[in-house]
């Protein structure tokens, strides 16, 4: 197995990107991690370290966070990140990791390593944590690649889903639930109606019906299915809320009187475990599915921890054949929605 | 200035709803409470006090948290709710509060109070905190009441917004954010940049751009305008993290070793008062903009606390004399538009 790693993407790159592939390097014996970026700039954080499992590829150039993406693809050819994506497209490498721009990763993925029949636009997946089971994760999928979504693209979503749900989750069958503006069967909007009524019939999915924002960190399902400019939303709500409300926690200890400090510091410890699942280090990264090669975007700060924990994922999904297996679902979805078209 | 208040919505009524009117009564010598439902369950809660500015209004009917709201408005006619409704439209009173049936308010303020002439569908206006200053709050609108919103929606939610945050809030001159998935101007789905061009070119209103819902908490804006769909799981995800998190927190300490629990009985006094601005108790209600009187939905499970705040509000909205203003700001809006068709 061999991982094309965008060496020079995040903010902290290329330290923590290098330190976090020696990390998998060991880790993994029989993954190879390619590291593409500038030689001069990576070579130093491998320090005395060599092991035959990492190489390096140089790459001149670099997409910054600012670069506009579609004309980062066209303009930006010989940069870490697309002459990693070209190698995964050529079959040199199995998986494309990146911590660097967004759009350029989803840009990259979809326009290099190209679609698989039958997908129009990719989407993105996550994981979120379950706050009433901390060994329990959700899957979120389209968390923001695709702004204006179509019916038929949440159950592609929902198979997508499903899949990742099996075989980097380990859930069996995992319920999935049309993200909605409630519970009750004829709820939606226009889009969201025809999603449900797509998402009833289709086969291969354990579909439970609407779910709401307000229950998904209650584990009430294990795949939310949503349209790219709602799943985003209400994925940045989550995130923003919990940054915000710990941080007014951190800043009332701080700021209070000599028994709330105290109190502060007697559950710090205990505090920090609970909150683990909300930590990106162990969450790992985003997953772009629709196309024909795993790309993983990582987290823009990640540290060497992200990039392990995102190694790893990227190891489990390789290793599964989700991808393969699932282009030869979606294209018979396709295809199933093609003779019923002729027939017509 | 007469209120008009459905007594019997909402989880906790008749009661709750009694005794938070009474309170109010009090405290507003010159405002009258007509409260609307079944004169033998509203009675016992009025105890031995019966200030000269409550009054009860019998009604037969009920409206249940499961009757489908367009039909109830139809069927249910001598409900507490729709008698209530009516009263405002034949301007008996100058408002509508209850807790009960979301769906059933939105209907009876639509089809009973009746909207207002340029717009086509109201929306849902409330409140959350700023977590990083309490004693701010900022708008979201729309919150839900419409599920398929048009982009000249998001320039009537931005002035009703603006309108609530000068009145209610006591905010000069409200910076109003675009509620999208990036904080860059080109970002969006079809929607949203059609609703950016639109707000961009707004009289009367203080357009600072995109606002993403990560930052919302923040205090990033005092206004967010919204679609309803997206500003409905927006907030429902807010509430659900809060609530979660709270909930980890609380089962974290409760289920830590003795040095936790010790911990967290020190700091549980100062906590509670710094989440204050997540008590509905303290936020009052959501209000239905775009009809020609204002109608308030409290909290489904509203406590007297929550009735209070509620009509502390209503008073606010009322004096203000804001609806009359809005009517005219917004026919003056919808006749610009017509003004400039008719000139093409």
């Known amino acids: 197995m061999k991982i094309a790693v965008d060496a020079m993407g995040g903010d902290n790159a290329p330290g923590a990107i290098v330190e ?67 190698a995964v497209k050529d079959g040199q490498a199995d998986a494309l990791v990146s911590a660097g721009n967004t759009g350029a990763i989803l840009a990259a993925g979809t326009i290099i390593v190209g679609r698989i029949r039958g997908i129009s636009r990719p989407a993105l997946l996550g994981t979120l944590p379950n706050l009433t089971d901390p060994s329990h994760q959700f899957v979120l999928v389209d968390m923001g690649a695709n702004a204006d979504s179509k019916a038929k693209q949440f159950q592609q979503n929902a198979l997508m889903g499903s899949r990742y749900a099996q075989e980097v989750l380990g859930i069996a069958q995992p319920r999935v639930g049309l993200l909605n503006n409630g519970t009750e069967d ?27 924002s307000r229950d998904l960190l209650g584990g009430v399902c294990d ?68 196309v024909k090669a795993p790309v993983i975007k990582c987290h823009g700060n990640a540290s060497a921890q992200t990039v392990l924990a995102t190694l790893r994922q990227t190891y489990k ?28």
């Open 317 to 344: 999904i390789v290793n599964s054949g989700m991808y393969q297996a699932l282009a030869e679902e979606l294209k018979s979805m396709a295809s199933v929605k093609e003779e019923e078209r002729e027939n017509e």
């Open 223 to 290: 795949v939310v299915v949503s349209d790219g400019f709602t799943g985003n939303a209400v994925l940045k709500a989550i995130e923003g809320t919990a940054t915000h409300l710990l941080q007014l926690l951190k800043t009332t200890i701080k700021s209070g009187d000599l028994k709330t400090k105290l109190g502060g510091l007697l559950i710090k410890g205990t505090l920090k475990e609970a909150l683990q699942s909300f930590n990106p280090d162990t969450a790992g990264g985003a997953t772009l599915f629709g």
């Open 20 to 86: 976090g592939a020696l990390l998998a390097a060991k880790e993994f014996p029989e993954m190879t991690i390619q590291l593409y970026g500038k030689s001069e700039e990576i070579a130093p954080y491998l320090k005395n370290e060599r092991p035959s499992n990492i190489e390096i590829i140089h790459c001149d150039q670099v997409i910054q966070f600012e670069d506009e993406p579609v004309k980062a693809v066209r303009r930006k050819k010989q940069s870490s990140m697309m002459v990693a994506a070209r």
């Open 186 to 212: 004829s709820k939606g909007n226009h889009l969201t109606k025809e999603a449900y009524a797509l998402l009833k019939e289709t086969e291969g999915i354990h579909f439970i019906g609407n779910v709401e």
